[in-house]
């Protein structure tokens, strides 16, 4: 791989407490030698030639903590291969694997397979998380030494939540015994049965059983309260209210957990369900204006410590149906960083805060030395247009499931290139 | 003659998906064209040729006894060909989707389809897949229209107007799609609505649709012109709403007691099918002093002629 240069961007590497105008220096072997002010013309040799960036972005790549690739069980759905290009066309470098696949992710042996497709077949870094409980139960807990020896970064149900309160003090012993990263989906389920949407006006408007926001709190404070007691790493995958924010951020004085919130949750509400949107059924669901704003002021204040895509590619088959009957999710992994920018663009959020909560936030969560910029690091970062408009057409969408919840949504700031261990793998 | 006068106003909408999408106006011209079909049901010869030529199909995915009748009856005493579809037995059993069947529905050229499901918004999804006129009768617990629209017909027949009314409707709301359609239509006429249930059957935030809330069957009842019972749908028994039928019966059923507290001429409505002994007195049931529960069957198929005409135009 030859040197290359890029010169007159705009860094934003939270991690090393960087934000300023200067360049960026990839080496023959992909790895950072040099970055921010210091990297200017004066200090690069005359007969290279950098790329001048005119004041563009570069961010660290993106990591995103959830993701549902369809691999094994529904490859029709998305696979590997298309969802590295779904993630490149968004600046995302690393994923964390949803084990809800077929069959799911809660043995050592399907590990091996993931593993190796993942590396076979993605151009991104793929880190798997498996299983909680075997098959996703929510009744016996899975191996989680072993799992983690063959390379699972963190363990979930996924979509399902561990109802068992004895079970999940358990989980937490082992989880403590052996280092291991518990994320949770905070959901009562016997609160949240038949629930499709947000609990409150609209439901009973559209005459669809609601899922309440105390469903959400019941388990995060049961969960936290637990913690207190059983220190293991854990982390709230997403979260929906703005009481559970308000929880979040009472109980950090006594625990130590992070948090996660979707996109979604921070973009939209319940109101944009409209007539019976079935793209805009979700898990957690869209909650009222009212808790969207709280989410925000939950990331700004860094409350909330992570912002995840929750990117699930369905079907158009398994959403053309009645809202009861069609399927739960929407894609997002190629605008995850656009829709997060237009939190920047309106002043609700600083720039460096919603870069933080994508790349080094994460990645502190998941050990990984991921979503920076330190020198002698593998390069994976991105190349950012942040003011260049844009409008999402699912049609132009790189996943091979076109289900986003911001169809013809007006966008501002599109990634133009993304690296992987220096190489370009995406321009737009 | 009377068709003359109706073409000056159109109706807002293409579709019939709930009361939710109308204006007064749309309503008040069902209204007037149902009246004009009451006595037409009284006489001997009760065929009209309005609709000749015209091709209805009843699909319907949920048992019904009287809304998928009525709707029958209406088509033919119009002169529309009408065809129903009871859903367990079709395709849909074999895996075939709501779309699916909409299409080859569609293909068949209908000029109005009369759609009955057990999730709300399947009207909303059929009617953005087929050419012609959908009529909603009862999505989930969303909405019911033409049970709405005959229970405003039935109120204005025997007490002449319905703003200043005072209605209560009392029962199972929160998987009633009756109730929801009915507070649409009875506020947007001016009527003051009660809604009475035990919380477990109380939906989310439902006061904000400008109604009065009441747990208490006695104190909503009060002063009441209208009282609108509706079925306790027993199999949500289960789920542990309520604690059993005779307890219900106890604070929710409509007995002669509870009654004295509407007002004295207060007359009794119910969409049926009534379990009598749960959520009514059977006695009250067939008071014919008090109970117009028959005149809105026979109202009905007026009111699902009239929309059948209006949107089939």
């Not at chain 1, 600046?91 to 590990?111: A, L, Y």
């Not at chain 1, 410590?305 to 999710?329: C, Y």
């Not at chain 2, 953005?128 to 959908?134: D, G, L, S, T």
């Amino acid at each position: 791989m030859k040197k290359q240069y890029f010169i007159n961007g705009n860094i934003v590497d939270p991690h090393n407490s960087i934000s300023e105008n200067g360049g960026l220096i990839i080496g023959e072997n992909g790895s950072i030698e040099a970055v921010g002010k210091k990297v200017n013309t004066n200090n690069i040799p005359s007969r290279e030639k950098p790329m001048d960036l005119k004041g563009k972005y570069i961010f660290p790549g993106i990591v995103d903590m959830r993701v549902f690739a369809g691999e094994p069980g529904y490859e029709y759905k998305e696979n590997f291969r298309t969802l590295s290009n779904a993630a490149l066309a968004g600046g995302v470098t690393s994923v964390v694997t949803m084990p809800n696949t077929d069959p799911i992710i809660d043995n050592v042996s399907i590990v091996d397979f993931l593993k190796r497709r993942g590396r076979d077949k993605s151009k991104i870094n793929v880190y798997p998380s498996a299983a909680l409980t075997k098959n996703i139960e929510g009744i016996s807990m899975t191996e989680f030494g072993l799992l983690q020896s063959r390379g699972i970064i963190g363990f979930t149900d996924g979509v399902k939540t561990i109802q068992n309160t004895r079970l999940m003090s358990r989980i937490m012993n082992s989880a403590k015994d052996l280092g291991t990263l518990i994320m949770q989906h905070a959901e009562d389920f016997d609160l949240s049965k038949n629930g499709m949407i947000n609990s409150g006006i609209i439901a009973t408007k559209l005459g669809l059983s609601g899922i309440p926001a105390v469903a959400e709190r019941l388990i995060i404070e049961r969960d936290l309260t637990l913690l207190e007691n059983i220190k293991c790493r854990y982390h709230i995958s997403q979260i929906s209210a703005a009481k559970s924010v308000e929880i979040i951020e009472e109980r950090k004085n006594n625990v130590k957990f992070t948090t996660g919130v979707s996109i979604n949750n921070l973009s939209l509400n319940e109101i944009d369900i409209g007539d019976f949107k079935t793209f805009l059924k979700l898990s957690p669901p869209l909650r009222t204006e009212e808790d969207r704003v709280a989410l925000v002021e939950g990331l700004k204040n860094e409350t909330i410590d992570v912002i995840v895509s929750d990117h699930k590619p369905e079907d158009e088959e398994q959403k053309r149906l009645t809202f009861a009957q069609a399927s739960t999710g929407a894609s997002g992994i190629e605008t995850l960083l656009s829709l997060s920018l237009e939190l920047y663009h309106n002043g609700s959020v600083k720039l460096e805060t919603i870069i933080k909560a994508l790349t080094s936030n994460p990645a502190k969560i998941l050990k990984i030395d991921k979503g920076n910029l330190s020198v002698g690091n593998e390069a994976d970062f991105c190349i950012v247009d942040i003011d260049k408009p844009w409008v999402v057409k699912k049609d132009k969408l790189v996943s091979k499931s076109k289900n986003t919840s911001i169809e013809d949504k007006k966008l501002q700031g599109k990634v133009t290139n993304t690296f992987v261990k220096g190489e370009e793998l995406f321009k737009l | 003659m009377a068709t003359k006068t109706n073409k000056a106003i159109k109706i807002s909408q293409k579709h019939l998906l709930g009361i939710q999408d109308l204006s007064i106006n749309d309503v008040n011209q069902i209204l007037d064209e149902a009246k004009t079909f009451i006595k037409l049901n009284q006489s001997k010869n009760k065929r009209l040729n309005v609709l000749n030529g015209k091709t209805q199909i009843n699909l319907f995915f949920e048992p019904s006894t009287r809304t998928q009748s009525s709707f029958e009856l209406a088509g033919k005493r119009l002169g529309a060909d009408v065809m129903s579809m009871n859903m367990a037995n079709s395709a849909i059993k074999k895996g075939e989707t709501l779309i699916d069947t909409a299409m080859t529905l569609n293909a068949m050229h209908p000029d109005i389809i009369v759609i009955r499901h057990q999730d709300s918004g399947a009207c909303n999804l059929l009617s953005q897949k087929v050419n012609c006129a959908v009529l909603n009768a009862g999505d989930g617990s969303r909405e019911h229209p033409t049970q709405a629209l005959l229970d405003a017909l039935t109120i204005i027949n025997r007490k002449k107007k319905i703003e200043g009314l005072r209605v209560a409707i009392c029962g199972d709301i929160t998987h009633s799609r009756v109730a929801r359609s009915n507070i649409y239509l009875l506020n947007m006429l001016g009527a003051e609505v009660n809604i009475i249930a035990p919380s477990n059957l109380m939906p989310k935030e439902i006061e904000k649709f400008g109604v009065n809330t009441f747990s208490d069957m006695k104190k909503g009842l009060k002063d009441c012109d209208i009282v609108m019972m509706l079925r306790l749908q027993n199999e949500r028994m289960t789920s542990s709403f309520l604690s059993s039928n005779r307890e219900y019966y106890e604070y929710y059923g409509l007995t002669p007691d509870k009654l004295s507290h509407a007002k004295e001429d207060a007359l009794i409505m119910h969409p049926g099918p009534m379990n009598r002994g749960i959520e009514i007195d059977t006695k009250l049931a067939d008071d014919i002093n008090r109970s117009v529960i028959k005149e809105q069957v026979e109202l009905g198929v007026a009111v699902r002629m009239a929309c059948l005409k209006i949107f089939c135009e």
